[in-house]
C-alpha cells in the first residue's frame, strides 16, 4: 500500500523526533549531561536540534536521519553552521543516521586540533565524519582544555 505525501510526512517527522530522543539519551550516558530536545527549533530557524545542560558543551547539535544516503545529507553543514556560536566557541556538528547504519558525526577538523592542542582555530570549512563515540572523546578533550584554561 502507498502512503500519501502527508503519512509520508508524518512518518519522517516522528522518526527524526525519535532519533533525536535516542541521541540525547546516548549523549547523555556517554558525557554524563543531560541533552533535550529543542522544541523552539521548530518555530525559529538558526537554532540547534539539541540544548544541553552543560553551558560549556562546545557544539551546536544539528540532526538528521534518513532511510538512505551516503555521507552527509545535503544542506545539513550549512545549517549547524548557522546554528553555531564561533565567536563563542561553540562549533557546528552534525549527527546523521541512515537505516541499517551506524550513527556518524561531522565536526570541524578546528574542533579536533582543539581537542589535540588546546588551541582555538576558525576553519570550519575542513570536516571530519567520525563515529559517535570518536565525536564524544573530542567533547570530553575540548572541554579538559577549556577547563584547565579558566
Known amino acids: 500500500m502507498n502512503r500519501t505525501a502527508r503519512q509520508s510526512g508524518k512518518l519522517a517527522n516522528t522518526r527524526g523526533k525519535q532519533f533525536e530522543r ?71 556538528a552534525v549527527i546523521y543516521k541512515y537505516d541499517h547504519r551506524e550513527s556518524r558525526a561531522v565536526i570541524p577538523f578546528s574542533s579536533i586540533s582543539e581537542c589535540e592542542t588546546g588551541q582555538r582555530t576558525d576553519n570550519i570549512k575542513d570536516k571530519a565524519d567520525i563515529s559517535l563515540s570518536l565525536f564524544c572523546k573530542v567533547v570530553r578533550e575540548i572541554m579538559s582544555w577549556r577547563a584547565d584554561t579558566c
Open 22 to 92: 535516542d541521541i540525547s539519551t546516548y549523549l547523555g550516558l556517554e558525557l554524563g549531561f543531560k541533552f533535550s530536545r529543542n522544541l523552539e527549533q521548530t518555530r525559529t530557524a538558526g537554532l540547534g536540534d539539541l540544548l544541553c545542560s552543560e553551558p560549556d558543551f562546545p557544539y551546536t547539535l544539528e540532526l538528521k536521519r534518513r532511510q538512505q544516503g551516503n555521507m552527509i545529507p545535503s544542506n545539513a553543514w550549512e545549517q549547524a553552521i548557522t546554528a553555531s556560536h564561533l565567536d563563542r566557541g561553540i562549533y557546528p
